[in-house]
């Protein structure tokens, strides 16, 4: 690491809030790569779903008894990141009774009285052996969903929608801005005022409508989210660009290269472009948090991604009625959560801004 390097990190981090932006935003990467093996409920897309268990507050426990299934496995690296398939049964139980041939179990229920008996002979499990392990207690640390399912589980599993939506988005954005911008800038004439006014066009429509309209015609689904909140986002970027390009083309670097004979492909985005990183990082930065504020609104709203899915923004959908209830916590968790990583988003910009600035060194 150079002496400039150090230098920004040190700026960067000499903001507490910068800092405080950044711890954040890695422990919910970690989240996100970690969110199968981190999770208490390992099923693709944490769906295991318990009805008797439905909006229970977090901290609750409950004895389940396990029924292996017969289900074969998938490979290790599939179950990294989509989960593994269920290959037992969780069954909720109050009590239970180990008999030579067999099992009495009586069904989770609000009210004791109210729970079923049930009788599961030995020949269920393997080898027709009931083991210790095969009855066990079951925390849910953020209580469970209004199906039962766990909180914990799927709020990290929307952890990784929110990062890959942020990612892609930018991405997507950062690439059509940056190419739009530095051919109008550079180029001017025609083509400078055709891509003005589909700016002007762009800018002038609500972002949230436009990621609404895109959607609608792309389709619903995790892709089409990628692409419909990319494409709103690019012209924050294309002012950008256009206006440092604008004034960087007229430069003597800028001049010696096409004396040289440069092509303008290369004059572009081998020495023009390369100089508004800084810039660039920052808008990235605030573009990240827009894309995330979006995915949560198109999924709240149905049109983003689809059950069941975990996202954050859906599982507010799935829960604000439960605002008024003893339940708040089903769609402040989700809620809190995005207000943070937004806020670190926002605040690591903030940083950028202040340790990129000359100015102010």
Not at 182 to 207: C, E, F, H, R
Not at 246 to 264: C, I, M, Q, T, Y
Request: aromatic fraction near 10%.
């Amino acid at each position: 690491m150079n002496k400039d390097s150090r230098a920004f990190w040190k700026k960067l981090l000499s903001n507490r809030l910068s800092a405080l932006g950044l711890i954040i935003i890695g422990l919910t990467c970690i989240s996100a790569i970690l969110a199968v093996p981190l999770s208490p409920d390992r099923s693709p897309d944490a769906n295991a779903i318990q009805l008797p268990l439905a909006a229970k507050k977090p901290g609750f426990q409950v004895q389940v008894l396990q029924i292996p299934d017969s289900i074969e496995n998938s490979g290790s690296l599939v179950q990294w990141f989509s989960g593994i398939p269920e290959q037992k049964t969780e069954i909720p139980i109050l009590d239970y009774d180990i008999q030579d041939n067999g099992i009495w179990i009586t069904h989770y229920a609000e009210e004791a009285a109210d729970g079923i008996r049930e009788f599961i002979p030995k020949t269920r499990f393997p080898e027709g052996q009931i083991r210790s392990h095969n009855i066990s207690w079951k925390k849910f640390w953020l209580g469970t969903d209004r199906f039962g399912r766990d909180m914990l589980s799927r709020m990290l599993l929307g952890a990784r929608v929110s990062i890959a939506v942020g990612m892609l988005a930018v991405f997507i954005s950062m690439i059509v801005g940056i190419i739009l911008g530095a051919l109008a800038a550079y180029y001017g004439g025609g083509i400078d005022k055709v891509i003005q006014w589909l700016m002007n066009v762009i800018w002038s429509l609500p972002t949230l409508l436009l990621v609404i309209a895109f959607a609608l015609a792309l389709g619903k689904g995790l892709w089409q989210i990628f692409i419909a909140i990319g494409l709103s986002m690019w012209v924050d970027v294309a002012r950008l660009v256009r206006g440092q390009v604008l004034s960087l083309k007229e430069k003597e670097f800028v001049e010696a290269a096409r004396v040289l004979g440069l092509p303008d492909w290369q004059i572009l985005f081998k020495h023009i472009l390369p100089n508004l990183i800084g810039p660039l990082t920052v808008v990235a930065a605030a573009n990240f948090a827009s894309a995330i504020l979006l995915e949560a609104g198109l999924s709240f709203l149905g049109l983003g991604v689809q059950a069941p899915a975990p996202s954050w923004g859906q599982m507010i959908k799935e829960h604000y009625g439960y605002i008024v209830l003893d339940s708040a916590y089903l769609a402040i968790i989700p809620g809190i959560a995005i207000m943070l990583l937004v806020m670190s988003f926002n605040f690591v910009g903030n940083g950028l801004r202040d340790a990129l600035d000359v100015k102010l060194k």
